[in-house]
């Protein structure tokens, strides 16, 4: 147990380090309205806090900086969300205001609107793939052998593409098919699509379609689209802005990350709902080493439906940070479930 002292100085060298990002020192600690104590003392205080790995002298600095223990300690114990300035609530429910056709134009929206409040790298996942189904599917012919493919989620997803038919179908083939896709797969989670098509769909198609293993194939092609979980960024690039990223070879990795949208969900989708934060090595992928994660869920009627990350130094403006990605990710609950019900 630290005793109430050390709590004080802790606290102060965290929020001054968060700050101004240089090590700090007890003559500096000593300085501050809410600290009544001789540099000296202090002094000795910041040197038992280094023994018991809360603090970490850098080299050739008298100063110290937090460790990523003392940086745990101080979210856990002594971090108190600050209120919202009034220009962070305006921009959020800005975007909130704004007509969408469907809810990935908000999620795509938000992770730049949560890059741009905070000057850190956010990620935002969902609707959640695995929970998301289809509502309806359309092949639309535009020549002989070529027709757009669209398929519409139940979270108002609409994605298209072009495709090719195994030669030419005849007469009111494709009507057939269109109908056996959407009586067949309406409500399917878009993940079971491609066993679906196998264990059921390709033996109707069968009776329908001269050439239906291209058929098959084909529709494989459509469904293979839908197996991860989307993936919007903000702002990937303002990890370089962070005095600890100045160096380009330190944070290539972390770049060449975002490139992976599987591997990025994957890191970053909240096993817990709520809020949760990750700091350093407990991200458990080198890279991100000495990186802070934290990340929210928002959800539709209780069920988990995407999550809100942002990527930073450890050295990261907590309070202020989960403060905003609270009020985001709630909003974008509320926003969720009314924009669905408006959907019917």
């Not at 220009?87 to 469907?102: P, R």
Request: with cysteine; glycine share 6%.
């Amino acid at each position: 147990m630290l005793t109430e002292r050390q709590l004080m100085i802790l606290k102060a060298i965290v929020n001054d380090y968060i700050t101004n990002a240089e090590p700090v020192g007890s003559r500096s600690v000593s300085k501050r309205d809410d600290i009544n104590y001789s540099p000296a003392t202090i002094r000795n205080e910041m040197s038992d806090l280094e023994d018991l790995g809360f603090l970490e002298k850098p080299h050739s600095s008298a100063g110290r900086i937090p460790s990523q223990k003392g940086y745990r300690y101080y979210v856990d114990h002594l971090l108190s969300p600050s209120k919202l300035k009034k220009s962070d609530v305006t921009n959020i429910q800005g975007m909130l205001a704004n007509k969408f056709s469907e809810f990935e134009q908000v999620v795509d929206q938000a992770a730049k609107v949560l890059s741009n409040l905070t000057s850190y790298t956010s990620i935002v996942l969902g609707p959640e793939v695995f929970e998301s189904t289809l509502k309806q599917i359309q092949l639309i012919p535009i020549s002989d052998n070529q027709a757009v493919a669209i398929i519409v989620t139940d979270t108002g997803h609409v994605e298209n593409q072009t495709v090719h038919f195994p030669g030419k179908l005849e007469g009111n083939e494709l009507e057939k098919v269109v109908n056996i896709l959407n009586k067949r797969l309406r409500g399917v989670p878009l993940v079971e699509l491609k066993r679906k098509l196998n264990n059921e769909i390709a033996s109707l198609l069968k009776q329908y379609v001269k050439q239906y293993e291209e058929m098959v194939a084909m529709l494989h092609d459509v469904f293979k689209n839908h197996q991860n979980e989307k993936v919007f960024y903000g702002g990937k690039t303002n990890i370089l802005a962070q005095p600890e990223f100045h160096d380009v070879e330190r944070v290539r990795d972390i770049l060449n990350i975002f490139e992976e949208d599987a591997l990025v969900s994957k890191l970053f989708r909240s096993e817990a709902h709520g809020l949760t934060i990750k700091i350093g090595e407990e991200n458990r992928f080198a890279p991100f080493a000495d990186c802070t994660i934290i990340t929210a869920t928002y959800s539709l009627d209780g069920k988990y439906m995407g999550t809100v990350g942002l990527l930073g130094p450890t050295r990261m403006e907590y309070s202020r940070v989960v403060s905003i990605m609270d009020y985001l990710s709630k909003d974008m609950t509320k926003l969720l479930t009314a924009w669905y019900k408006d959907k019917g």
